[in-house]
């Protein structure tokens, strides 16, 4: 397969990579100025961790860390709920769980879409379980239109969200149906004959 295939299977490109390389920045600074503010979080035993949510927020979590100016540490998780398919099951799962301890940390989630809610609320209890001072979030994608679970954040927690997506199955910059698009540098919607 050639790569003008892949973009072939693209009906629109919903954001470029300068549109998202632009709106990361952005979400790295008020990252940067929020977590410098709480006087001790600029010194290594109170800087937040990131916590990536694998597979599909690897490309905006390398791209956003290397764009915030503070001493994180980055772990990942990974929790499945949508198997091959572009409608979840509803029941999220850790699937590979973390290595650093969240325990008395500020976490920040690094997602690329929050669609239903269910990975996210589901990650967020995790997370409160095991202790963290506070979880915040941040998603590259929202879209609010398909969600079903609402989720909470912990402590001063806050939610940073690059772009609301509209209702459509969308791929791309980390972003899979059937593991496949993640590689594509934009974010665009699937032609809907190649999944229905
Ligand atoms: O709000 P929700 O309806 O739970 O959907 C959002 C989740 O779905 C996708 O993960 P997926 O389970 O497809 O795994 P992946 O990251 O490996 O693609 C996406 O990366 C989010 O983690
Ligand atoms: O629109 C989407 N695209 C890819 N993966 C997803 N997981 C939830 N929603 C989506």
């Avoid at 008020?30 to 599909?56: E, L, Y």
């Avoid at 940390?105 to 995790?126: A, R």
Wanted: proline share 4%.
């Amino acid at each position: 397969m050639s790569a003008m295939d892949l973009n072939s299977h693209i009906e629109k490109i919903l954001w470029t990579d300068q549109e998202i390389s632009q709106r990361v920045s952005e979400l790295a600074s008020q990252i940067t100025q929020d977590f410098s503010t709480n006087s001790d979080s600029s010194s290594s035993s109170s800087a937040p961790i990131i916590v990536g949510v694998a597979t599909g927020a690897f490309l905006f979590l390398a791209d956003l860390v290397r764009k915030i100016q503070l001493p994180i540490s980055v772990d990942f998780v990974r929790i499945e709920s949508y198997g091959s398919g572009t409608v979840s099951c509803g029941k999220p799962k850790i699937t590979c769980d973390l290595k650093i301890d969240v325990r008395d940390k500020h976490v920040i989630v690094v997602e690329d879409i929050v669609d239903t809610g269910s990975t996210l609320s589901f990650l967020i209890e995790y997370l409160k379980s095991k202790g963290s001072l506070s979880v915040s979030v941040c998603t590259l994608l929202d879209k609010p239109a398909r969600r079903k679970v609402n989720f909470e954040l912990v402590g001063s927690g806050k939610f940073y969200c690059g772009f609301e997506c509209p209702d459509y199955f969308v791929v791309g910059y980390g972003l899979d149906f059937a593991e496949l698009y993640r590689n594509l540098p934009y974010v665009g919607v699937l032609k809907p004959e190649l999944y229905q």
